[in-house]
């Protein structure tokens, strides 16, 4: 079991460290196409449950999420300014990420209250 979690703690340890690197670089190189950094956030979130996964490490949900969503947004703005040469765009990816979180923790805990009350009352 402590080996286990010791491997988990090396990836999420992996996975900050790409994080940080990644946006790094993009606040480095000037004319980065929006979307860059939102899209590798979203794919080093998904890297990181892949390898959990290959390693039969229990996934997180709530980082799973938060990949194909950061993942997905950032494609999409990624494609929007390539293809269509849209200036700059700058999403506020922070307070967004907040939002997000929020509305994640308020569906779960609604959710978690009616399986809470069915049983109650059941």
């Known amino acids: 079991m402590d080996e286990i979690k010791t491997l988990n703690q090396r ?3 992996v996975a900050w460290g790409a994080l940080f690197i990644l946006l790094g670089t993009i606040n480095l190189i000037p004319g980065v196409p929006s979307g860059t950094g939102v899209l590798g956030i979203g794919i080093i979130l ?8 290959l390693s039969k490490i229990p996934t997180n949900g709530f ?3 938060l990949g194909v969503i950061a993942a997905v947004l ?6 929007l300014h390539s293809l269509l040469r849209i200036q700059q765009f700058e999403l506020p990816f922070f ?8 509305v994640i923790f ?6 978690g209250m009616k ?7 059941g």
């Open 11 to 13: 990836y999420e340890i």
């Open 74 to 79: 950032g494609g999409a703005l990624y494609l």
């Open 115 to 121: 399986s809470a009350i069915t049983m109650k009352n």
């Open 63 to 65: 980082t799973i999420t």
């Open 106 to 111: 308020l569906v779960r805990s609604a959710t």
């Open 95 to 102: 307070p967004v990420l907040l939002v997000v979180i929020g």
């Open 46 to 53: 998904l890297g990181l449950n892949l390898a959990r996964y």
